[in-house]
């Protein structure tokens, strides 16, 4: 399968815009009182916040992959 040029563009577009933004968001999360109880030990919200970070930037760096293999190939 090839990807046009736009498509690949659009996809590090998409992968570069989610490498910016979710590190930004999480230290906003770790910020947060509701991040740690009162032990200091990490709440849900935190640990929700950490699979949802940690999901999108990996989906992230495979989506920025694809864009470049589509620019290469």
């Known amino acids: 399968m090839e990807l046009g040029i736009l498509w690949s563009l659009v996809l590090i577009v998409a992968a570069v815009w989610n490498l910016v933004v979710w590190p930004q968001f999480w230290r906003r999360v770790t910020k947060d009182p509701r991040a740690r109880d009162d032990a ?27 864009g470049v293999l589509g620019l290469v190939g």
Do not use: C, I, K, Q
């Open 40 to 66: 200091g030990r990490p709440t849900r919200f935190y640990t929700v916040h950490a699979v949802l970070v940690g999901v999108s930037v990996v989906l992230a760096v495979l989506v920025g992959v694809v």
